[in-house]
């Protein structure tokens, strides 16, 4: 069954340092979406990508971040000069053209310390 | 600013009791999805309601939507401490597909 994969499973980091969080697509989907998870609380939006470029993003997702897509398959998201409050579980999700349904990979759990 | 909300946050219940979960949202949309996610994991999709007046079951899950009332439900029968999970609805905002959640249910089912 085609799944979402994200890499790291976890990362820390120091901060004021800049990681990537890595995630594979299912391979026929078009649209891209990075949410995050602050331990305990709800999921939050940040940013949803379609045909290489950004189609709708929330208030969090502000100067700090980028995402590209650099080959057909990955989808990155940048984080610059981490801070603490950057500490999170960070979902990848894709959904296929036409499709209704969001398909999440494991996450990336961040630590910032 | 759409917005989502559930109640109860909590919930604990018998194994073998019945009890609904609810979500209402702030402005129209006719997608509203439901998710479970176990501690520590990712949100496994349950059910993806499309109009007005849908209802769909999985075992012991139903949920339904009302649009116009902007309400959905999940209604759990005869719960089994498997059921132990965090259940969040989201909605969209009809604009590539992003979606809202709600801050989630914890249901703890005991013996």
């Known amino acids: 069954e085609p799944e979402v994969t994200q890499t790291p499973s976890h990362q820390v980091t120091q901060m004021g340092q800049e990681v990537i969080l890595r995630c594979v697509p299912i391979s026929n989907h078009l649209y891209f979406y990075w949410y995050r998870q602050i331990l305990g609380q709800k999921v939050e939006f940040l940013v949803s990508f379609y045909n290489n470029e950004i189609s709708e993003k929330s208030e969090i997702f502000d100067d700090q971040f980028s995402v590209e897509r650099p080959d057909g398959s990955n989808f990155t998201l940048k984080i610059r000069s981490t801070k603490l409050e950057d500490s999170a579980m960070y979902f990848c999700?894709?959904?296929?053209?036409?499709?209704?349904?969001?398909?999440f990979g494991q996450g990336t759990r961040l630590t910032v310390v | 600013e759409l917005k989502v909300e559930q109640n109860p946050l909590f919930l604990s219940m018998q194994e073998g009791k019945n009890y609904t979960i609810y979500c209402n949202y702030s402005?129209?949309?006719?997608?509203l999805y439901w998710y479970r996610q176990d501690p520590g994991k990712s949100l496994e999709s349950l059910f993806v309601l499309l109009s007005n007046g849908a209802v769909k079951q999985e075992g012991r899950l139903m949920a339904s939507l009302d649009t116009k009332a902007r309400l959905s439900t999940l209604h759990i029968t005869a719960a089994v401490h498997d059921l132990s999970a965090t259940y969040f609805c989201a909605v969209d905002t009809n604009s590539g597909y992003a979606l809202n959640f709600g801050k989630g249910t914890s249901l703890l089912v005991t013996p």
């Open positions: 999700a894709s959904t296929g053209m036409g499709a209704t349904e969001a398909f």
């Open positions: 402005t129209t949309s006719d997608r």
